[in-house]
């Protein structure tokens, strides 16, 4: 299972037996030293995606309604004209400034721009009984960086990205709770084939959903030539899991 590492966590070495793979190693750690359990314990509230710390999803903000057009102020009167400049005259310059602004960030509307902000993807923290010696300020598990862990994370990111920007345009009210499982092979072009649903508990719609956020970006990337060799066929077989909280 892919893990994203967030670049804080990563480590140069690799732990010797890893349960996850990603772009960047990691090694499992706790704020407080505990267990040697080889993994950290975590307090989240959800036991399917392996994460270490909540990203919250900015809701979308209804649109706000159009200002009333103001009344049109009354033609201030024209000045004076300036004095004609004879040759030879010297004048002093006066540099103007205008007063110093405070820019303060506009809150995002919709995901998308919570997303360029935050450069993170929504997500909730598992919960995870252990405990290890490993000591960091912020938990962390254990992965294994491989040679296609970061075209894993670029595929993952994009199929993620669509799959929110697809619930903000519906504006969907998120009422259903449940998984969508897809499988499909990603084959070497990038281009994806033989895509079935091997388990949806959320209806049609949001398995519809589901379908869309991977066929839309696609096709992605082309494998680069030592991923291609190191796989030893033209596609891979990916499930994809879709969460619904």
Known sequence: MFLDV????????????????????????NPEADKDLNQPKLEGKQS???????????????????????????????????????PGDMKLAMLETAPEKKETPEKPRTLKEARAQSNLMPSMAMHQEGGTQRR?????LDAKATPFGEYDRKFIDAVT?????????QKFAMDRTGKVTLRFRLNYDGTISDMAVIQNTVGDLLGYVCRNAV??????EAWPSDMRRMVGANFREITFTFYYY
């Open 6 to 29: 967030d670049p804080d966590q990563a480590t140069p070495e690799p732990p010797k037996d890893a349960k996850y793979y990603s772009a960047k190693n990691s090694r499992a750690a």
């Open 48 to 86: 399917d995606v392996p994460k270490t710390k909540d990203v919250p999803r900015t809701p979308v903000e209804k649109p706000q309604p159009v200002p009333e057009p103001q009344p049109p102020q009354k033609e201030e009167q024209a000045a004076p004209p300036k004095p004609v400049e004879q």
């Open 136 to 140: 960091a300020l912020v938990p962390s």
């Open 161 to 169: 990205a669509r799959w929110y920007d697809l619930l903000d345009s």
């Open 215 to 220: 066929t839309d970006p696609a096709p992605f």
